[in-house]
């Protein structure tokens, strides 16, 4: 496949997961440390709707070797006067070591040791026959993908002078370890595909079956890599169909879900009914707490005066205004001062902000003057009341921070239907 007829698939994989009912936020970890340099390259994170945010996993095998293996390949390079050959990416990683010696194979090097970089281990053997009065050692520290020809050289014949030390590792451990803390982090994975080709990706099965994470395997290309994301995207969303209710924590993300994904679906007959019912379960948090769980008192305590600035997604496309001050209208002690023009853009906006800073810069002044005034307007208070407490802004609340009482506490999100 040519670079033309990539880049025209890569095109049509971005606009089916632009198209994609996502649910309000979808982080897809990648393992492999050449995926990353792959999405870094293509812009991927530019391109990508702002629900899917794509995280970076133990990626390679400088991240994951040990210590005492790159110890081990200093002092048989430095006391031993071996002669050393190792992966070029190796050589500058650096171990825990006292003040003074060297602490990487570089440093080695530097100090006198005879340290060489190859490209496979091929050339190892290469340096071993051209050196035959040297001992040679092939410090191999590498995944499946470099254990693999690193066999084949071993199954083929060691040149007498030739010593491995081996730091090979495997990926789905990396990936076990971390899903098997309580909260691993991400919600899918994309596997790399050298390694399946050499493992097969039946070693990634336990992501799904054991975790009800999706999984897909990609390649190194934008068009593999878009069909990979495209792929655990659409299993994300039919996970999510088991559930009576999505909520987001984000008045944009759920704006997105419950406004515009059926819009941007209403072409495809099969998607469009399951865009429509995905919005139809999917809720704001705050709206969710007062609309559907029918929240109206929140048991806390507060003796101080706050303002509320409306989320533009919130207030614009899901019409919440009300449900949050009338959970903060419950606190105790509260008095809610309202801002002048609540409803006014903030001026953050997410990538707004990054792409027109100048005009969100200004926006977020004039918040912040009305903010000013707001804050003035309740210090004069204090002062001429006395109260003991001191005068407090607060930009917004939060179900954790005032926890919920006389009524049943909303389950966690997605709640399985009965």
């Known amino acids: 496949m040519n670079s033309d007829t990539r880049a025209t698939a890569a095109a049509g994989w971005l606009e089916r997961i632009r198209a994609l009912p996502l649910p309000p936020r979808l982080r897809v970890m990648n393992v492999c440390g050449g995926h990353e340099r792959s ?7 530019r391109v ?32 031993q006067r071996v002669l050393l050959v190792a992966f070029g990416d190796m050589l500058r990683v650096p171990c825990n070591l006292p003040k003074g010696e060297p602490r990487s194979l570089e440093a080695a090097r530097a100090a006198g040791a005879d340290v060489r970089a190859v490209a496979s281990p091929q050339q190892a053997a290469l340096i071993a026959r ?35 030390l081996l730091s090979g590792r495997l990926t789905w451990p990396a990936v076990a370890m971390l899903l098997a803390g309580d909260t691993p982090g991400f919600d899918a ?5 050298h390694v399946a ?30 069909a990979a994301l495209y792929s655990v995207a659409r299993q994300t969303i039919e996970a999510f169909e088991g559930y009576d209710y999505v909520v987001a924590p984000s008045g944009s993300c759920a704006g997105m879900l419950k406004a515009h994904y059926p819009e941007l679906l209403a072409d495809d007959p099969a998607w469009g009914r399951r865009a429509k019912d995905f919005a139809a379960r999917t809720h704001e948090l705050i709206s969710f707490l007062v609309d559907v769980r029918k929240v109206e008192r929140v048991a806390a305590r507060f003796d101080g005066s706050v303002t509320y600035h409306d989320s533009c997604s919130g207030l614009r496309e899901l019409a919440i205004r ?51 005034m707001i804050a003035a307007k309740i210090a004069r208070s204090f002062i001429l009341s006395r ?14 921070t005032i926890p919920a009482a006389g009524t049943p506490a909303p389950p966690p999100s997605p709640i399985r239907a009965a």
Request: overall charge negative.
């Open 322 to 372: 009300a449900q949050p001050r009338t959970l903060l209208g419950s606190v105790d002690g509260l008095v809610l001062t309202e801002l002048d023009e609540a409803h006014v853009c903030c001026g953050f906006g997410g990538t707004f902000a990054v792409r027109y800073p100048e005009i969100s810069v200004a926006i977020a002044g004039l918040t912040r003057m009305g903010s000013r």
């Open 197 to 226: 080709a050499v493992m097969g990706p039946e070693e990634w099965r336990f992501v799904p079956e054991q975790h009800r994470i999706a999984a897909a395997v990609a390649g190194f290309t934008a068009d593999s890599l878009l």
């Open 48 to 79: 990508l709707p702002p629900a899917i945010e794509l995280i970076p996993g133990p990626g390679c095998p400088v991240c994951v070797c040990p210590e005492e293996d790159i110890h081990a390949a200093i002092r048989l390079a430095l006391d």
């Open 39 to 45: 999405i870094s390259m293509a812009g991927l994170r």
């Open 130 to 164: 051209a050196h035959p009065e040297r001992e040679v050692v092939f410090f191999a520290a590498g995944f499946e993908t470099t254990t693999a020809p690193v066999a084949g050289l071993v199954a083929e014949g060691l040149p007498g002078n030739l010593s491995l």
């Open 387 to 400: 109260s003991s407490r001191s005068a407090h802004l607060v930009p917004l609340i939060s179900s954790q």
């Open 189 to 193: 994975l994309i596997a790399p595909g």
